[in-house]
């Protein structure tokens, strides 16, 4: 069996963030994923799986393993791999980078999600939060608003230096108010338990993009942001459930579940409607998403070849 391996530096020089826009269009278009995942624990330790079915394009499992105690022994905390199994056959097709598909993965979703909900005269993005994602939604965006003037707000200044430093013509905001009021978009990827965006902030005509909170006690955004804007997230079915930015304001009636305007599954309704409303897009992953990114890797790896 000729299994591909695809690692990460040689994998990610094959891609465009483009393109990859179009594969999730195309994913779309396919049947609903089947999604299953499982989590084994050994304290502090964690194995993740998450699986995904779409019929017509295949299967894919992504593992992954949590090991706080790493770092202090010299290796990653997280490592993993993505299986991709061919549709018609079930035959294992290639064995992808973790950390390659997790980061196309997450600033595509965001990226694909402004291309259809934000102004396309949008010309000031601020990205919230200097870690890695941040600095990955810094080269995502800059592909679909090449013209745009990029900031960056961070609770620790010297990160946000930092991360100034490796992305050229990036400015460093002072005050998260401030910067929230002038930009068209804004992207949000902190580990936030607790709204740092207030949606008293918000103007008319912006997209708010938020990516940080993953649990159910995490919150980037307070309830009058839900309120003031529609709302749009990746799957309906993945997102809104578990992720305390939908999770808390539904279980105590701020939001309603009709506030909820679509999901990708959903073209017809997941577009601006206005120039002027404020529109909010809660990234929330998922495995189709894992699938549907490596099937575009493994596409454009055999294209290169």
Same mark, same amino acid.
């Not at 826009?21 to 304290?43: M, N, Q, V």
């Not at 050229?168 to 580990?191: F, H, N, Q, W, Y």
């Not at 997209?207 to 990746?234: C, K, Q, S």
């Given at each position: 069996m000729n299994i591909t391996m695809i690692?990460?530096?040689?994998?990610?020089?094959?891609?465009?963030?483009?393109?990859?826009c179009d594969a999730f269009a195309h994913g779309h278009s396919l049947p609903k994923a089947e999604?299953?995942?499982?989590f084994l624990y050994r304290d502090p330790d964690t194995m993740l799986s998450r699986a995904a079915w779409i019929d017509g394009m295949g299967l894919a499992v992504k593992s992954a393993t949590i090991f706080p105690r790493n770092p202090d022994k010299g290796t990653p905390m997280i490592n993993g791999a993505v299986s991709l199994f061919d549709d018609a056959a079930g035959t294992l097709a290639a064995i992808i980078d973790?950390?390659?598909?997790?980061?196309?993965?997450?600033?595509?979703?965001? @990226?694909?999600? #402004? !291309?259809?909900?934000?102004?396309?005269?949008?010309?000031?993005?601020?990205?919230? &939060?200097?870690?890695t994602v941040g600095r990955n939604l810094w080269q995502a965006y800059r592909a679909a608003f090449p013209n745009a003037e990029f900031t960056v707000w961070n609770r620790t200044r010297t990160n946000a230096e930092a991360m100034v430093a490796e992305c050229p013509g990036l400015?460093?905001?002072?005050?998260?108010?401030?910067?929230?009021?002038?930009a068209d978009i804004v992207t949000?990827?902190?580990?936030?338990?607790?709204p740092l965006i207030k949606g008293d902030w918000f103007r008319p005509g912006q997209h708010i993009d938020l990516i940080?909170?993953?649990?159910?006690?995490?919150?980037?955004?307070?309830?009058?942001? @839900?309120?003031? #804007? !529609?709302?749009?997230?990746?799957?309906?079915?993945?997102?809104?459930?578990?992720? &305390?930015?939908?999770?808390?304001?539904l279980e105590t009636g701020v939001i309603a579940r009709d506030d909820l305007q679509g999901d990708f599954y959903q073209p017809e309704r997941f577009k601006r409607a206005s120039n002027d409303e404020?529109?909010?897009f809660k990234n929330g992953g998922g495995a189709h998403l894992d699938l549907m990114v490596s099937r575009y890797i493994l596409d454009a790896w055999q294209a290169a070849k």
């Amino acid at each position: 069996m000729n299994i591909t391996m695809i690692p990460f530096k040689e994998g990610e020089a094959n891609l465009d963030w483009l393109d990859l826009c179009d594969a999730f269009a195309h994913g779309h278009s396919l049947p609903k994923a089947e999604i299953g995942d499982t989590f084994l624990y050994r304290d502090p330790d964690t194995m993740l799986s998450r699986a995904a079915w779409i019929d017509g394009m295949g299967l894919a499992v992504k593992s992954a393993t949590i090991f706080p105690r790493n770092p202090d022994k010299g290796t990653p905390m997280i490592n993993g791999a993505v299986s991709l199994f061919d549709d018609a056959a079930g035959t294992l097709a290639a064995i992808i980078d973790f950390h390659l598909v997790t980061k196309w993965k997450t600033a595509g979703d965001s @990226l694909y999600a #402004a !291309r259809l909900l934000a102004r396309p005269d949008s010309k000031r993005i601020l990205i919230v &939060g200097a870690g890695t994602v941040g600095r990955n939604l810094w080269q995502a965006y800059r592909a679909a608003f090449p013209n745009a003037e990029f900031t960056v707000w961070n609770r620790t200044r010297t990160n946000a230096e930092a991360m100034v430093a490796e992305c050229p013509g990036l400015k460093i905001a002072d005050d998260l108010e401030t910067a929230v009021r002038a930009a068209d978009i804004v992207t949000s990827a902190t580990m936030s338990t607790e709204p740092l965006i207030k949606g008293d902030w918000f103007r008319p005509g912006q997209h708010i993009d938020l990516i940080g909170a993953y649990r159910p006690d995490m919150r980037e955004v307070d309830d009058t942001a @839900l309120t003031r #804007a !529609r709302i749009f997230v990746d799957s309906l079915d993945t997102t809104v459930d578990h992720i &305390g930015e939908l999770k808390t304001p539904l279980e105590t009636g701020v939001i309603a579940r009709d506030d909820l305007q679509g999901d990708f599954y959903q073209p017809e309704r997941f577009k601006r409607a206005s120039n002027d409303e404020i529109t909010l897009f809660k990234n929330g992953g998922g495995a189709h998403l894992d699938l549907m990114v490596s099937r575009y890797i493994l596409d454009a790896w055999q294209a290169a070849k």
